[in-house]
T-cell receptor
Framework: DGGITQSPKYLFRKEGQNVTLSCEQNLNHDAMYWYRQDPGQGLRLIYYSQIVNDFQKGDIAEGYSVSREKKESFPLTVTSAQKNPTAFYLCASFGDGVVDDTEAFFGQGTRLTVV | GQSLEQPSEVTAVEGAIVQINCTYQ??????LSWYQQHDGGAPTFLSY????GLEETGRFSSFLSRSDSYGYLLLQELQMKDSASYFCAVRDGNFNKFYFGSGTKLNVKP
């Protein structure tokens, strides 16, 4: 089955530590996005990528980094510079067709907690 | 910039009809989408409107008025499983970004 997979589901980070969240898709989508969701809040855009080897900052990119070396993969690194990283992180991909580029497919999310 | 406004919370009873409104402001507007998210889960796609008018999909319908920068999601014959958060989203065509509203928490009561 085609889909988008995030791992791990739960992640604990110590102060000052970098952690990387995985996002893989087998939908053959060019566009991939990372969102952050805080409790009771909406989704805020961290980074997005329209094509391999290219990505753009979203509205809250500070303290985060990404790479897009393969079409299928768009990992997110939460660096020690992100002062309040505890949140629910969602990865999404969008298709390229006339219809496909309107529906986002989301992974199941990674819940990151600072300990 | 972009902004989307929707009510924070709505409560209704089983079997009733509820409407969740969304007003938006964005450049290069392509269309308005709606997503459902249950607690702890991932958002799932419900509907998309690119043109003015009403789109119906089973118990759910979505409406768009481009001239008013306004849309709504209509849920009919409410069921307990419809208790969730509902997000409207717009695609900024100029920048290929998707923006989401802050979400409306729908509470369905017996």
């Amino acid at each position: 089955d085609g889909g988008i997979t995030q791992s791990p589901k739960y992640l604990f980070r110590k102060e000052g530590q970098n952690v990387t969240l995985s996002c893989e898709q087998n939908l053959n989508h060019d566009a991939m996005y990372w969102y952050r969701q805080d409790p009771g809040q909406g989704l805020r855009l961290i980074y997005y990528s329209q094509i391999v080897n290219d990505f753009q900052k979203g509205d809250i990119a500070e303290g985060y980094s990404v790479s897009r070396e393969k079409k299928e993969s768009f990992p997110l690194t939460v660096t020690s510079a992100q002062k309040n990283p505890t949140a629910f992180y969602l990865c999404a991909s969008f298709g390229d067709g006339v219809v496909d580029d309107t529906e986002a497919f989301f992974g199941q999310g990674t819940r990151l907690t600072v300990v | 910039g972009q902004s989307l406004e929707q009510p924070s919370e709505v409560t209704a009873v089983e079997g009733a009809i509820v409407q969740i409104n969304c007003t938006y402001q964005t450049s290069g507007f392509y269309g308005l989408s709606w997503y459902q998210q249950h607690d702890g889960g991932a958002p799932t796609f419900l509907s998309y409107n690119a043109l003015d008018g009403l789109e119906e999909t089973g118990r759910f319908s979505s409406f768009l008025s481009r001239s008013d920068s306004y849309g709504y999601l209509l849920l009919q014959e409410l069921q307990m499983k419809d208790s969730a958060s509902y997000f409207c989203a717009v695609r900024d065509g100029n920048f290929n970004k998707f923006y989401f509203g802050s979400g409306t928490k729908l509470n369905v009561k017996p």
